[in-house]
């Protein structure tokens, strides 16, 4: 009966070959994986040349296959070393995605779920951790690496990875599923403004006056949702600051990758186990004043170092820039409003709204579209005030008209027919940008085919 069972039905014994096959192969390097620990000294291997350690694992690992008096496969092999290498000095089942520059992020939800982003789009993926141990130790081996901790005390971790990767861990008892783990990654070469320009983020005609912002020293505010590029259009921009000024950045976490030359890196510091320690973002904004900068760049704005980056942008710190997570230019606004409230200042909704508006010159607003794509959506002027509102301008936006058959965004770039007056302050600075660039119009894409 058996037999006629697999006869009619094929693939169930295809399939239960396969998982057969897939489970002696986990066995195996399981049991080899944990040989090879007990006969490798880790504080010696750290210490010798990759190549010297990846032929010494190599011979071992072979000694321990034939213990196993298992037939593999030369890339099964392979697999097994990378994947025993992987687990030892990686970051186990997630470091080949570590390896694909295509991948954005990584989410692991528990020992059993991974995804991944790609283009825009997550995709679950086979990858998954042995056990809850397994991933506890990744996410314990991320921490000692840049001298932080997480335990149940300290259940949550913002850390960075060599390749400069942002990382954020949560365990239980915070986190009800298990341990989590979320890796935002950044290429080995940042995108700068062309490449933009390339894959649509924006057009040239925007870069260009972006280009002319930065060089007139014009304070900017870039917002946006996560993972919408804010980070990564602030460092295209710096790109464009003039040699010779001395740019200070103030990040939680450092992700910024300033394309110049003088950059002077400051990173906050957590409390330790006893609660003190602490090292602010508002506290390294009011250092770097002594620091003699000429531009102040804050990866992103939280809360109260909001009110010393309005007045550090209104005494002789033109030019500087910053982030903030909105929905909306409006929005963004609004945010630094109640962030600045929160640094204590009494003072009339008016004059805080005041002080903004003679220290920003412009926002820009990103947004993940349809399909996952980067867009600048907006370029505004922040003019000035009519009565207690804000006044803006929008100089550049775009507009979606619909999605594809995809689900990905149709649209095109436009200019609004608004002439900025920050076009003054640029000719103060000998920068001359064409008459009819600011018309309005459908502008061209400069997007890849």
Known sequence: MASMRDKLFPH?????????????????????????LETLNLVEAQRLPFDELYEECSRRVDRLLDEQKQPVSAPEKRQLLQEVMDEIFGLGPVE??????????????GPNEVYIEREGRLFKQNARFRDTEQLMQVIHR???????????????????????????????????????????RFGAIPLDMPRLVEIDTLTHEMAEFLEAAVRCKSNILVSGGTGAGKTTLLNAMSRYVPEGERVITIEDA???????????????????????????????????????????????????????????????????????HANSPRDALSRVENMVAMAGLNAPVRVLRSQMTSALHLLIHLDRVSGGRRKAVSIAEVVGMEGDVITLHDLFRYAQVGVDDEGNALGHFETCGVR??????????GVCLPNDMFLRRQLVSGATT
């Open 12 to 36: 169930r014994q295809q399939g239960a070959s396969a998982e057969h096959e897939r489970s002696r192969f986990g066995e195996i390097k399981e049991a080899v994986h944990r040989r090879l």
């Open 96 to 109: 080949g995605f570590l390896r694909d520059p295509s991948i954005s992020d990584i989410l692991v939800n």
């Open 142 to 184: 991320i921490a000692a690496r840049v001298g932080r901790r997480i335990d149940e005390s300290s259940p949550m971790l913002d850390a960075r990875l060599l390749d400069g990767s942002r990382v954020n861990a949560i365990i239980p008892p915070l986190a009800l599923d298990g341990p989590t783990l979320s890796i935002r």
């Open 254 to 324: 450092a992700e910024l990758q300033l394309q110049r030359e003088h950059v002077v890196r400051l990173e906050t510091r957590p409390p330790n186990i006893e609660g003190k320690g602490e090292v602010t973002q508002r506290d390294l904004l009011r250092n770097s004043l002594r620091m003699r900068p000429d531009r102040i760049l804050i990866g992103e704005v939280r809360g109260a170092e909001a009110l010393d980056m309005l007045q550090a942008m209104n005494t002789g710190h033109e030019g500087s820039m910053t982030t903030v």
């Open 420 to 429: 900025p007056r920050i076009l003054d302050r640029f000719r103060t600075f």
